[in-house]
């Protein structure tokens, strides 16, 4: 299902858009990959998520090369720093490698990778820095939990971040019973990766040996990958970036926002696939 998701700073983007995760990385992959990229942005799927630690930079220069034949200013782009790199001594040096690699003046929005040591009131302030010298739009996190967020939003410009990028699918859903509900009511989108499912084989198998999935799947006439990807696309205020490498992906990921997942089958999921009852520690990839 097709909706527009609103940044804090009246930015706006669809709830699809592509990860770059491993992309890079085989040589042999390098055509591929990049057609993919380019396949996703003509179908409009414009935003793109990668970070200096994919690939340790081989990722944004992929990224780089695809986009090249591209107006910027229609690319909405955002990359992640490492955690020992978000802060005043080395953060511009980073930013600066990150653009240089893309091949850009200016990046959408920077992410904290995930909370590190450096004091995160540093790090606003340098992301703030930033903002000011032109080099990014606007600026976010990655796997911020509860507490992680509660304290970013108590300090001086915390109320600036735009987004929280966390790991989020069908069969992990402990952002559900506190997070999602909490950055809801600071009306900050959650952008969700692996929404497909990454590098968790025993959810895989659960997933794709559901009876429920599989009878709902094959009522839409769809792949078990594109109704999860449809069942995070119709959250709200949640933005999906799978990594796709091929093409014929990226089509297909397109083709679920022609989806719509009624009420009686969401409730059909939430009974196989349950968000926890308690809260747990956020999950990471």
Same mark, same amino acid.
């Given at each position: 299902?097709?909706?527009?998701?609103?940044?804090?700073?009246?930015?706006?983007?669809?709830?699809?858009?592509?990860?770059?995760?491993?992309?890079?990385?085989?040589?042999?992959?390098?055509?591929?990959?990049?057609?993919?990229?380019?396949?996703?942005?003509?179908?409009?799927?414009?935003?793109?998520?990668?970070?200096?630690?994919?690939?340790?930079?081989?990722?944004?220069?992929?990224?780089?090369? !695809?986009?090249? +034949?591209?107006?910027?200013?229609?690319?909405? %782009?955002?990359? &992640? #720093? *490492?955690?020992?790199?978000?802060?005043? @001594?080395?953060?511009?040096?980073?930013?600066?490698?990150?653009?240089?690699?893309?091949?850009?003046?200016?990046?959408?929005?920077?992410?904290?990778?995930?909370?590190?040591?450096?004091?995160?009131?540093?790090?606003?302030?340098?992301?703030?820095?930033?903002?000011?010298?032109?080099?990014?739009?606007?600026?976010?996190?990655?796997?911020?939990?509860?507490?992680?967020?509660?304290?970013?939003?108590?300090?001086?410009?915390?109320?600036?971040?735009?987004?929280?990028?966390?790991?989020?699918?069908?069969?992990?859903?402990?952002?559900?019973?506190?997070?999602?509900?909490?950055?809801?009511?600071?009306?900050?989108?959650?952008? !969700?990766?692996? +929404?497909?499912?990454?590098?968790?084989?025993? %959810?895989?198998? &659960? #997933? *794709?040996?559901?009876?429920?999935?599989? @009878?709902?799947?094959?009522?839409?006439?769809?792949?078990?990958?594109?109704?999860?990807?449809?069942?995070?696309?119709?959250?709200?205020?949640?933005?999906?970036?799978?990594?796709?490498?091929?093409?014929?992906?990226?089509?297909?990921?397109?083709?679920?926002?022609?989806?719509?997942?009624?009420?009686?089958?969401?409730?059909?999921?939430?009974?196989?696939?349950?968000?926890?009852?308690?809260?747990?520690?956020?999950?990471?990839?």
């Amino acid at each position: 299902m097709k909706q527009a998701i609103h940044f804090p700073s009246g930015q706006s983007v669809l709830n699809l858009g592509q990860g770059t995760w491993r992309l890079g990385e085989d040589q042999s992959q390098h055509n591929q990959e990049v057609d993919a990229i380019r396949t996703g942005i003509e179908k409009g799927l414009t935003l793109i998520d990668t970070a200096e630690m994919y690939g340790e930079g081989k990722s944004e220069q992929l990224v780089g090369e !695809a986009i090249k +034949p591209y107006n910027r200013e229609n690319l909405f %782009l955002i990359s &992640k #720093v *490492y955690p020992h790199n978000a802060g005043e @001594q080395n953060i511009f040096d980073a930013c600066d490698g990150t653009l240089k690699r893309l091949g850009v003046e200016y990046l959408d929005m920077y992410l904290l990778h995930w909370p590190g040591s450096v004091p995160l009131q540093e790090t606003v302030d340098c992301f703030e820095d930033l903002k000011r010298q032109g080099k990014i739009r606007n600026w976010g996190v990655s796997n911020f939990d509860l507490e992680d967020m509660q304290n970013l939003l108590s300090l001086r410009n915390g109320e600036n971040c735009q987004t929280n990028q966390v790991l989020y699918h069908m069969a992990s859903r402990g952002i559900e019973v506190v997070l999602r509900d909490y950055l809801r009511e600071n009306n900050i989108p959650i952008m !969700a990766y692996c +929404p497909i499912i990454g590098q968790e084989p025993e %959810l895989k198998d &659960k #997933v *794709y040996h559901s009876p429920t999935v599989k @009878q709902i799947a094959d009522t839409h006439r769809i792949s078990i990958i594109q109704l999860l990807l449809a069942f995070v696309m119709q959250q709200d205020n949640t933005i999906a970036i799978p990594k796709a490498g091929s093409a014929d992906h990226v089509s297909q990921n397109v083709d679920v926002f022609d989806i719509q997942l009624s009420e009686e089958e969401l409730a059909l999921l939430d009974e196989a696939f349950p968000a926890p009852e308690k809260r747990i520690p956020l999950r990471v990839q």
